[in-house]
């Protein structure tokens, strides 16, 4: 039998399957790859430079977040808004890479001493001492899913491009005709008769059936339904909670105090008048003067610097560092009070300076600062221990304790309630929160965001770290209508008084139609009427005429003709005007008001040479978006 199959194997039949065998296996193993063959697996390529899927899902990420930390509870990611929030992160993406390659192209770079001292400089960045606070720099690249790495080129890239559009922007101005027009637009005014009808003084309506409220209930299901509530567990970690477990030791506060002693100290400041000349001769005769005459009034001492070829200056009051040529500080805070140097040298001159006030420097001993410095340390520590005990409670969630185990066993804060979005209970009181007051609102959030049946996760939110179990959402349901019969009655018959003013405004409306003014029209209606002049489209908030009409009834005004009536809804009813007179303002009246306007314009175009810059720039690039994987990006 062996020996028939050794003989079988030897065919060419044999060695044909066995290829084919060996091939299929091989096929089957890397599927993917065959499939994918040829395939481009970039999400979008910009000049042949690939756009990949996860730098897409990256910066989709963060517009999700950004979006979802504007608006709060509010937010649904459903899919028509990750579609569009899908489009902008890779529409960004490419005018990023766009605009690299034009810095590139033009040799734009910036050092890495600037992209430091730009990081080091903003405020967001800032601990509570004052400085820049690593811990808050690495929350920060937390919270938005970036390495430093990412974060740097991303500034470095702003910067650089920032270079490029200044260049774009500068010398943009705004014509002098277009300014006159806007300004002309800007300052129209118009005159018009005015009718209001709050809904307060509508006639009293006949009393509603009961028939009648119960069909207003049925129809009106969102004025009656009960909010949603929510039943979650939650656990917090804050810097706050931390600190309980934190001690600052004396000689750490010793070391920070003179680690951070110049922001304790505040230099002596000196107020400085200054007079240059050209020559030592003159600057002697100057000194010689002043120093005859001390109390010389500072016009005097203009007139005769003036006078000596030079000129005269106050400087204000300044430390040492103010005067950044080191003989004149010298010669500055060596002299008394109310007197004058002798002639000083500098690159620029001879100097003769008069020292007329001296502000006392302070320092603010250890004692004074000791418990400033505790608190900030220890602020620091904590936020330090929390992101340490962050992962900890991470690793225990994910072993399979529960979110109360967790919590009791780390010291987290934790509550379980039932509350709606506004943090109250079924009962209308205030929920309990294991948060401070401020962090009430980002903490609910949390809990209206979290997904039933999710594992509870510790998350980084403006509350601190955070992590919901939510065991139960209860949709809005409509109350009986036994329950809330006194507020269906009440909202009945409001709805019935705005119906009647919007009646009797549509009344008036169709009679200025019919030929009639609308004074003569509201005279006939029983109603009274107010003709307003000097109105503008904007108006300032100390205009006597700033509250003359409702803000409603401003922009249809000034889009009336003369003669023409117009109706809006109002915030406590209707209102019904007609337009009377527009009068056009003198765009050269004012130059002041003209120039500023120009420069506002001005900005505008800049602004507009940017935009058109940018969208050439794109024009020109050669932008290719795969739709497959861009369909596959929306999805949830």
């Known amino acids: 039998m062996l020996t028939a199959l050794r003989r079988l194997s030897s065919t060419w039949v044999a060695k044909a399957l066995f290829v084919l065998l060996v091939a299929s296996f091989a096929i089957w193993g890397i599927g993917d790859t065959v499939r994918n063959l040829g395939r481009d697996t970039a999400l979008a390529r910009v000049n042949g430079q690939a756009i990949e899927m996860e730098e897409a899902q990256a910066a989709l990420r963060r517009e999700v977040q950004r979006l979802s930390r504007t608006v709060g509870s509010r937010f649904e990611n459903d899919p028509r808004v990750r579609r569009v929030l899908a489009e902008q992160a890779v529409d960004q993406l490419v005018l990023d890479r766009v605009l690299r390659e034009e810095t590139a192209r033009l040799g734009v770079a910036v050092p890495d001493a600037a992209l430091r001292e730009f990081v080091f400089s903003l405020p967001g960045f800032r601990g509570p001492a004052g400085g820049f606070s690593r811990t ?35 010398g943009a101005a705004a014509p002098s005709v277009l300014a006159q027009r806007l300004l002309r637009w800007r300052d129209q005014q118009r005159a018009a008769t005015v009718v209001s009808l709050p809904v307060s003084a509508a006639p009293e ?83 010689e003067e002043l120093s005859a005459e001390p109390e010389m009034p500072f016009a005097a001492l203009a ?66 600062v000791r418990d400033e410095l505790r608190a900030a340390l220890a602020q620091e520590r904590a936020a330090d221990l929390a992101f340490e005990r962050a992962n900890q409670v991470e690793d225990a969630l994910a072993g399979g304790s529960t979110l109360e185990e967790a919590a009791k066993r780390f010291g987290l804060g934790y509550a379980a309630i039932r509350t709606d979005a506004s943090g109250n209970d079924p009962d209308g009181k205030r929920v309990e929160l294991p948060v401070i007051e401020d962090a009430r609102g980002p903490l609910l959030r949390a809990v209206f965001e979290a997904e039933a049946g999710a594992a509870p996760r510790l998350k980084e939110t403006e509350a601190g770290f955070a992590a919901v179990e939510l065991r139960e959402a209860a949709p809005p349901a ?6 809330v ?33 609308l004074a ?80 506002e314009a001005g900005r505008e175009v800049a602004a507009d040479l940017e935009a058109q810059f ?10 290719r978006v795969n739709p497959r994987l861009m369909d596959s990006l929306s999805q949830p």
Not at 478 to 483: H, K, S, V
Not at 487 to 504: I, K, N, S
Request: charged share 25%; proline share 7%; net charge negative.
């Open 303 to 368: 007139a005769r610097a003036e006078a000596a070829g030079g000129q005269a200056t106050q400087l204000g009051a300044l430390d040492r560092a103010g005067l950044p040529v080191p003989e004149l500080a010298e010669a500055a805070f060596s002299a008394a009070p109310g007197s004058v140097s002798a002639p000083v040298r500098s690159p620029f001159g001879w100097h003769v300076l008069r020292v007329t006030g001296i502000e006392p420097g302070q320092s603010r001993p250890l004692e004074s």
């Open 136 to 170: 808050v720099f690495e929350s920060f690249l937390r919270s938005n899913g970036l390495t430093e790495a990412e974060f740097l080129s991303l500034v470095r890239a702003d910067l650089s491009r920032q270079q490029v559009s200044t260049a774009v922007r500068s």
């Open 478 to 483: 409509l109350r009986p209508f036994e329950a």
């Open 485 to 517: 019969e006194a507020e269906v009655r009440t909202a009945f018959l409001a709805d019935a008084r705005r119906r009647a003013q919007e009646e009797r405004a549509a009344a008036l409306l169709a009679a200025t139609r019919s030929g009639k003014s």
């Open 205 to 287: 309506p006949p009393a509603p059936t009961e028939a009648a409220l119960r069909r207003f209930h049925e129809n009106n299901p969102q004025l009656f339904s009960s909010p949603e509530y929510r039943d979650a567990a939650v656990a917090v970690l804050t810097a706050e909670i931390m600190g309980r477990e934190v001690e600052v030791p004396e000689a750490d506060i010793a070391a920070a105090y003179e680690q951070r002693r110049a922001s304790f100290e505040t230099p002596e400041r000196r107020t400085v008048e200054q007079v240059l000349v050209g020559d030592e001769a003159a600057a002697r005769r100057v000194f």
């Open 520 to 599: 003569d029209a509201a005279r006939d209606a029983g109603l009274g009427s107010r003709e307003v002049g000097a109105l503008l489209r904007s108006p300032q908030a100390e205009s006597p005429t700033g509250g003359a009409v409702p803000p409603e009834l401003l922009a249809p005004l000034f889009e009336l003709k003369t003669g023409e009536a117009t109706m809006v809804p109002t915030r406590d009813g209707f209102a019904v005007a007609q337009l009377l007179e527009i009068t056009e303002p003198d765009a050269t009246a004012d130059p002041d008001a003209l120039k500023r306007l120009r420069d």
């Open 614 to 623: 940018v969208a050439a720039l794109r024009a020109r690039a050669d932008v």
